[in-house]
């Protein structure tokens, strides 16, 4: 792009595409999900009751992402598990944020500039995630612009998507958190970093890869920043977001044939006006016609 060559951002575009996500900011990528998970409802007593459910737990919100994917590629779900230098470097941070003594680690995790540095090294792992569910996706089915888009999304947003399965893990049942009903943030924008992937890997963005990735990173890098500092739950697009939904998707507040409520004047009895004379004949007992004529 022209913008990158005039700022001169060309070589740090490619120094970030270039970037090794090992060990660093996947450590970060590690500890931030663990500690996510350490701060669900039940999951310290989870921890002290059944390790095993705590650290398989834990996996999930690691490695989720690649299972989901793999799972859609018609891929063995364990094979993201198949590296383990990377397995047993999300163990280890498994036990250090739920075991370590003094909960050492947890609590210097949990200092504000110490959880920011690592949430934003996090969230710089999501880009590559998301790229690579999308190449993955791109290789088996070319031109597949929306298998990519789901590969991607699943790849990138997988430890959300499966959080009702997590939670079963836990002995937890809450239907209502599926992501699919209510998305959060972290889903919508790695389904946006997803449409925008699969669009340039498709061509019909015309952008270069390292410049696309170079953009993403720094949107949800700054915006995830300000959320923080800011303690905000809003995010640019919301607007749009909420313009297209009552554009599209509410229905009108009219009477539809298809619902189970049925109009007024169909539902109500009609009522007779009062002094109307009855309509069926009079059948008193003869007996009392006799008995009132001998009083008579």
Known sequence: MDVFGFLNLNELALGLSNLSMFPYFDMAHYIISVMSLREQPGALEVSQRSPFACWFSSMLYCFGGAVLSALMMADAPVAPLTNTTN???????????????????????SVFPVRLVLTVMKEVTRTWKVLGGVTQAGRKYKDGLFVMIA???????????????EQLVRGVWRPETNELLKMTYPTKVTLLGSVLFSLQQCHFLPIQTHHLIFIYTLFIVTNKTRMMLLGSSSYPFSAVESLIYKTLFVRPLTFSPLSDSTPSCLSSPINKPNGSASTKPDQSDPKDAESSKKTD
């Open 87 to 109: 397995l047993l470097l999300a163990s280890l941070m498994w036990y250090l944020v739920f075991y370590c003594p003094l909960d050492a680690v947890f609590s210097l995790a």
């Open 151 to 165: 590969v991607g999304w699943a790849k990138g947003a997988g430890g959300g998507l499966l959080r009702n399965f």
